[in-house]
């Protein structure tokens, strides 16, 4: 009768126990890589959207004859936005103004950010 050694483990199986390893070490590394980019994507769209509202903001805050219909470049913390203003007015009713505020970015990769309000007429 023959004896058989099983206390080693064969080449083999190092080998294919390696591969699987390193399969699962690239997995979780471009899934890292992956959650990077994405991070990086949100931090962007929230700066550009926290500055699309201190100018939404700021806007509203005009008076109501400083008002007036035009586009205007703006470039805060290397982001550069486009606001444009079209002023309607007597409109719903009479003594308001309809401001719609159009922001658009230089890349516009985030889009743009529509707003309307009612600005009523204070003495």
Partial sequence: ????????????????SLAVLAFGILSLMLLYTSGIRGVTKAQS???KNNQATAK?????SMKYSELKDGCEPETIQNITMTTCLKVTEN??????????????FENNKAGAISYEYIKPYHK
């Fill in 56 to 60: 939404i903001e700021k806007i509203m």
């Fill in 91 to 104: 409109t719903p009713i009479t003594n308001t103004k309809k401001v719609e505020v159009d922001i658009s």
């Fill in 1 to 16: 009768m023959k004896h058989i050694n099983n206390k080693g483990v064969t080449l083999n199986e190092v080998l294919i």
């Fill in 45 to 47: 769209l929230t700066r």
